[in-house]
């Protein structure tokens, strides 16, 4: 998952995978899911983000891991 936020224009976006969104279903206002064309959901926007979240949740950890890069050892 990554944490995009635009504190310009106060939108917070998840991006929950690497698929294309085909489609949006809106499920509150300034709330939207993008979805595949098989209903999976990849993504999701809020606008106005700090009156509907705690931004400070979701923006302060960020740890992105690369599993190529890790590596365990035994002796």
């Known amino acids: 998952m990554r944490v995009y936020y635009d504190n310009e224009v106060d939108a917070l976006y ?4 690497d ?3 085909d489609g949006v279903i809106e499920i509150a206002e300034g709330v939207s899911l993008d979805t595949t064309s098989n ?3 990849v993504g999701i926007e809020i606008l106005d983000a700090s009156k509907k979240i705690d931004l400070k ?3 302060s950890h960020t740890l992105e891991l690369d599993k190529d890069l890790i590596t ?3 002796a």
């Open 14 to 17: 998840l991006k929950l995978g």
């Open 19 to 21: 698929d294309s969104p």
């Open 39 to 41: 209903n999976r959901i």
């Open 57 to 59: 949740t979701i923006l």
């Open 72 to 74: 365990q050892k035994t």
